[in-house]
């Protein structure tokens, strides 16, 4: 079955970079766009980065162009969301997603910046 195991969160201060990761399995991981979204108390999920199968070509939010960087290994069938310069408003429980005819989602991790 399709499972998306989403790692290295946790507290970082403003300024601080964290490297997510999303290790996927039970599908043909190079056949599918990738997706980080990320939903802070309260608010709506929102998504964060995209990265296509075939081009690999980025798409990111607004609030976080120049900060991260979404990128993938096929080999590894995992895909990857460096976060650099945290900031306060990037806490939030961040999602893996991948979309098809049926939609998944993982488990999610947590990033908290706090001084």
């Known amino acids: 079955q399709v499972q998306l195991v989403e790692s290295g969160g946790g507290l970082v201060q403003p300024g601080e970079s964290l490297t997510l990761s999303c290790e996927a399995s039970?599908?043909?991981?190079?056949?599918?766009?990738m997706s980080w979204y990320r939903q802070a108390p309260g608010k709506e999920r929102e998504l964060v980065a995209r990265?296509?199968?075939?081009?690999?070509?980025?798409t990111y939010a607004d609030s976080v162009k120049g900060r991260f960087t979404i990128s993938r290994d096929n080999a590894k069938n995992t895909v990857y969301l460096q976060m650099n310069n945290l900031q306060p408003e990037d806490t939030a429980m961040y999602y893996c997603?991948?979309?098809?005819?049926?939609?998944?989602w993982g488990q999610g991790t947590q990033v908290t910046v706090s001084s």
């Open positions: 990265i296509l199968n075939v081009s690999g070509s980025t």
């Open positions: 039970g599908f043909h991981f190079s056949a599918y766009t």
């Open positions: 997603f991948r979309p098809g005819r049926r939609d998944y």
